[in-house]
């Protein structure tokens, strides 16, 4: 069975007290006995010396000669007398140790021989009878020893007063016993009860609620060992959430990271693939100038294929290179304020002649803004927006290049009159190497994701706006 702190407590200061009082009373009753036995005996001592001075007195007063025959002629008038004086019951030997008279004659007797030969050896003796003590006294004359007196002394009074006090000793340890009990029960109890309490907070702690944190509103240790717990509680409540919150952003992270490794494995792939089509048709038309150099049609064809492969690899490497500098982590964007009316004004005049060349009109509606971006980064997305325009278009097609500032954005839109990008593909035209139609054009695939890199690296965003009658308009906005 388990004892609480409360019964504990009460028990031992219950104990403390008792065993207090117990030492106490056994001293103090110790000390009564011994003073009792201490006076009887001096009483009683007294009383001898009383009888043989009286004795004397007599000797003096009649002048005996035979101390014998004075004992057995007046014996019976010694022990009456001295009766009357001590108020006990008193017995006379003679030197030879045997009883000359008694003051009561009728009361009981109790065997003396053994103390009989200290006493006639001059040597007061007592023994104790029940209620009793008796006392042997030598009596004297002026010079010698003339025989024994005994005194019976009841120490009935005695008693009565040593279990008098017995009994008060008793009485006020049951007393005390109850009041200690129930008081340190009293007094521990609100103790406990804390005590309890913070327990019941450690174990919720333990369980990871933090819900009711207590604080034992005491002025004592144990209200400073609540204040503590509470403020571990908070502590710990406060480490576990930053320890989530860690973990979480941990596992975001390492989510990312899995996602990065298989589109880089992806990139890779593709780039494997994509750069083996150029290289394949390089090598055919290589083999077949070398079987056929008389042919000079077969060897103009080769010639513009060869070229025209060539640059589409070398293309392609640059948007790839382009692309995995952007992934790296250390890869800074030279920010300047570029003129973006500026920047497009030349943009368009440098492509001029390409937009011509597909016979195409260009129209531009460009507001004069700052911006506060990478000058050659936004020169390749410009580019390679218009580009795709004139690629992308009809024969006899329009282009439109517009610059404004609506609330907060600086919005460039590049709209053509081409063959336009089917809903479904929508989404799909910014990842690297998609391209709607490889048949269509010769194009790498890697414009568009590029151009969304550069974009969103410099704060800014790309849509595809929802599809017009004809053809596409793409809408970049940066935050200004
Ligand atoms: P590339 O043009 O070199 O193929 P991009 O990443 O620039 O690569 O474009 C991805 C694909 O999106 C293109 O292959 C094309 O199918 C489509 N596309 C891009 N711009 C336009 C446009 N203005 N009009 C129609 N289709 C477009």
Redesign the pocket.
């Known amino acids: 069975m388990k004892i609480g702190l409360k019964l504990k407590s009460s028990i031992f200061l219950t104990l403390l007290l008792l065993s207090a009082v117990g030492i106490l009373s056994i001293l103090v009753l110790r000390g009564i006995q011994s003073n009792q036995r201490q006076q009887n005996e001096d009483y009683l001592i007294q009383q001898g010396e009383i009888a043989s001075n009286y004795i004397k007195q007599i000797y003096l007063m009649e002048s005996i000669k035979d101390p014998e025959a004075f004992i057995n002629d007046r014996g019976r008038e010694l022990v009456t007398r001295f009766e009357m004086i001590t108020g006990m019951q008193v017995i006379l030997y003679n030197l030879a140790g045997k009883e000359v008279a008694n003051s009561r004659p009728l009361a009981g007797k109790t065997d003396v021989s053994l103390m009989m030969e200290y006493a006639l050896q001059n040597t007061n003796t007592y023994i104790e009878d029940g209620d009793n003590i008796i006392f042997l006294s030598p009596l004297h004359n002026s010079s010698m020893q003339i025989g024994v007196l005994q005194f019976n002394y009841s120490t009935t009074s005695d008693r009565m007063f040593y279990t008098k006090i017995k009994h008060l000793f008793f009485y006020s340890g049951v007393f005390i016993f109850a009041i200690c009990f129930i008081s340190g029960y009293l007094y521990v109890r609100p103790l406990t009860l804390g005590i309890l309490r913070l327990k019941n907070a450690t174990q919720r702690i333990e369980k990871g609620d933090f819900s009711d944190l207590i604080c034992l509103k005491r002025s004592d240790e144990l209200g400073e060992l609540s204040q503590n717990i509470s403020n571990m509680g908070k502590k710990i409540k406060s480490q576990i959430e930053t320890m989530k919150e860690e973990q979480h952003h941990l596992q975001q992270a390492v989510e990312k990271l899995e996602i990065l490794g298989k589109q880089q494995k992806q990139f890779i792939g593709n780039v494997t693939h994509e750069f083996k089509t150029p290289l394949t048709i390089i090598k055919a038309y290589a083999d077949l100038m070398q079987m056929y150099s008389d042919d000079p049609t077969l060897m103009n064809d080769a010639k513009v294929n060869i070229d025209k492969e060539s640059q589409r690899l070398t293309d392609m490497l640059e948007n790839v290179l382009s692309l995995s500098e952007l992934e790296n982590y250390t890869f800074e964007f030279q920010k300047e304020e570029v003129d973006i009316h500026e920047l497009l004004t030349d943009i368009c005049k440098r492509m001029n002649g390409k937009i011509q060349k597909y016979g195409l009109q260009l129209h531009t509606d460009l507001e004069k803004n700052i911006l506060l971006a990478d000058k050659e980064r936004l020169n390749q997305v410009f580019i390679?927006l218009i580009d795709?325009?004139i690629?992308?278009n009809r024969p006899d097609g329009h282009i439109w290049i517009s610059c404004c500032k609506e609330n907060n954005f600086i919005c460039i839109r590049v709209k053509?009159t081409?063959?336009?990008?089917p809903p479904a593909e929508r989404d799909k035209?910014f990842q690297p190497f998609?391209?709607?139609?490889k048949s269509l054009?010769g194009?790498?695939?890697?414009?568009?994701?590029l151009v969304r890199e550069l974009v969103e690296k410099q704060g800014g965003s790309i849509t595809l706006l929802d599809q017009q009658a004809e053809g596409?308009t793409f809408e970049i906005r940066f935050i200004i």
């Open positions: 390679n795709n325009a690629k992308y053509d081409g063959i336009g990008i035209i998609y391209t709607v139609n054009n194009g790498t695939g890697l414009g568009l994701s596409s």
